[in-house]
C-alpha cells in the first residue's frame, strides 16, 4: 500500500526523523492558510507546492513549483489542484492520460536561503530477498533518479545490509555517513536520521522507505525533503492506523473492488483472464498463456474456497476488462473439490446470463473426473480440461476463432 507524501512525512515525524515542515490543502483557500501558517510558525519566507499523487518525478510533469511569494502560491496552487498530471511513473507516461491532482502539499523551502550551500542525498530501505537482509541503498546523487545514477555511474550507489538478527548497528550508520562525505555536525545528525528512519521502517512493516532528496542544509542539518512509502498489506492488521491512510482513489477501481470481495488481483496487459487457486499456480497458468500464444490479462487468485458467489465475483471482475477475449480457469483440487468447483462455475455462468467470452476450465485433484463431466454435460459454452496441455490448446483455439 502506498502513502502520499504527506503521510509518509507523518509517519517518520513520529519516529523522530526530521522532515520539511509542510501543510496539506485540497482547496485553494487550505494552500492560502497553509501558507500564512508556515509563516507564521516556521518564518518560511518562500514555500513549495507539491502535487499529492502515488508517482514519482512530479516535477517533469509541473507538479512541484517554488512560490517566492503570496501572489505565485495562490497561483501555483490554483494550477496544480484539478490538474491531471503526466509523469513518467504515471499510466502511460508523459503520453498518457495522467492523474487527478485532489490535494497538495504546501511545504517550506528547506534550500534557503543558501542554495548552493545545500548538498543533496539519495537513501532508501527496503528487503533483499536474495539475501533475507533488509538494504540500506544510498547515493552522494541525490535528486536525481537513482535507476539513471546506477547505470551511468554505478560505483556512485552503495549498499549495507543490516543482519535481521542483529539490527542496525551505529557502526554501519556512521560507516554510511562517512561514505556520503559528511562531517562536523551533519555526520552526527545523519548517523540518527538513518538510525531512526531504519527504526521506523521495521516497526511499520514496509516494503520500501525511499528519501530523494535527502539534503544536507546550509547549517548542516539533515532533513527528508520528499519521502516515498510503501507498506506491506500482509502487515496491516497490525497497522489499523497506517491502513486508515489508504487513498482507493490512486488505486485501480477494479482491484479496489476485487479486494472487497477478497480476491487477490493485478490487472495486466493481455486478453487472456486467468482465475486460479494458489499464487505458484497462477504463475504457471499465466505461462501457459503465453506459451499458447495469448497474453495474461490478470492475476487472479480466488484462494481456497471456490463457491458460486465467488466465481462470479471474479468472473465480473475479469470481464471489466474489455481486451479479454477468453478465460482459463486453472483449478487445483486439494483443499477444495474438483466437482465444488465445477458447480460454482455452472451457477455463477447461469446467474450472469450471457457470458460475451469463451471460458476454459482446466481442473485437477479431487473428484476432477466427475467435474469434467458436470461441465461437459451442462449445455454452456464451457470447455473442460484435465491437462495443462490440453488447456493450452484449448486457449489457442479459442483466441484463433
Not at 210 to 217: F, G, Q
Not at 311 to 333: C, S
Request: one cysteine or more.
Amino acid at each position: 500500500m502506498n502513502l502520499h507524501e504527506y503521510q509518509g512525512k507523518e509517519l517518520l515525524k513520529r519516529y523522530g526523523v526530521p522532515i520539511q515542515a509542510g501543510i496539506v490543502a485540497t482547496t485553494l483557500e487550505e494552500a492560502e492558510a497553509a501558507w500564512h501558517t508556515l509563516q507564521k510558525d516556521h518564518g518560511a519566507e518562500m514555500a513549495v507546492v507539491k502535487a499529492q499523487i502515488h508517482a514519482g518525478g512530479r516535477g517533469k510533469g509541473g507538479g512541484v513549483k517554488l512560490a517566492k511569494n503570496f501572489d505565485e502560491l495562490r497561483t501555483h496552487a490554483g494550477n496544480i489542484l484539478g490538474m491531471m498530471l503526466r509523469t513518467p511513473q504515471t499510466p502511460g507516461g508523459m503520453e498518457g492520460p495522467g492523474k487527478l491532482v485532489s490535494k497538495v502539499l504546501i511545504a517550506e523551502d528547506s534550500y534557503a536561503p543558501d542554495f548552493k550551500a545545500c548538498k543533496e542525498y539519495y537513501v532508501s530501505i527496503l528487503m533483499d530477498r536474495e539475501k533475507k537482509s533488509n538494504v540500506i541503498i544510498y547515493s552522494t546523487e541525490g535528486g536525481m533518479d537513482i535507476e539513471a545514477v546506477a547505470e551511468a555511474t554505478p560505483h556512485l550507489v552503495q549498499k549495507e545490509w543490516v543482519d535481521p538478527t542483529a539490527g542496525f548497528g551505529a557502526f554501519q550508520a556512521r560507516k554510511i555517513a562517512f561514505n556520503l562525505g559528511l562531517s562536523g555536525k551533519a555526520f552526527k545528525e545523519f548517523t540518527v536520521f538513518i538510525a531512526n528512519l531504519y527504526k521506523a521502517f521495521v516497526e511499520s512493516d514496509a516494503a520500501l522507505f525511499e528519501i530523494n532528496p535527502c539534503l544536507r542544509t546550509g547549517d548542516d542539518r539533515i532533513i527528508a525533503v520528499d519521502c516515498k512509502v510503501t507498506l506491506d498489506e500482509n502487515a496491516l492488521y497490525r497497522h489499523t492506523d497506517l491502513e486508515a491512510m489508504r487513498d482507493t482513489s490512486e488505486e485501480d477501481p477494479t482491484e479496489v473492488e476485487a479486494k472487497n470481495f477478497d480476491l487477490n488481483y493485478v490487472k495486466l496487459d493481455g486478453n487472456v483472464g486467468c482465475m486460479v487457486n494458489g499464487a505458484g499456480l497462477a504463475m504457471a497458468t499465466m505461462d501457459i498463456i503465453q506459451l499458447s500464444g495469448g497474453e495474461p490479462a490478470n492475476f487472479l487468485d480466488v484462494g481456497g474456497t471456490a463457491d458460486a458467489a465467488r466465481v462470479e465475483n471474479a468472473f465480473k471482475i475479469i470481464l471489466k476488462d474489455p481486451a479479454v477475449k477468453a478465460i482459463l480457469i486453472n483449478i487445483f483440487g486439494g483443499i477444495v473439490r474438483c466437482d465444488r468447483v465445477a458447480q460454482g462455475v455452472i451457477d455463477a455462468y447461469k446467474n450472469m446470463g450471457s457470458i460475451r467470452v469463451p471460458i476454459i476450465v482446466r481442473l485437477q485433484g479431487t473428484n476432477a473426473d466427475i467435474a469434467k463431466k458436470m461441465i461437459d454435460e451442462s449445455g454452456l459454452k464451457v470447455f473442460s480440461a484435465i491437462q495443462l496441455a490440453e488447456a493450452a490448446a484449448l486457449v489457442k483455439q479459442v483466441l484463433a476463432e
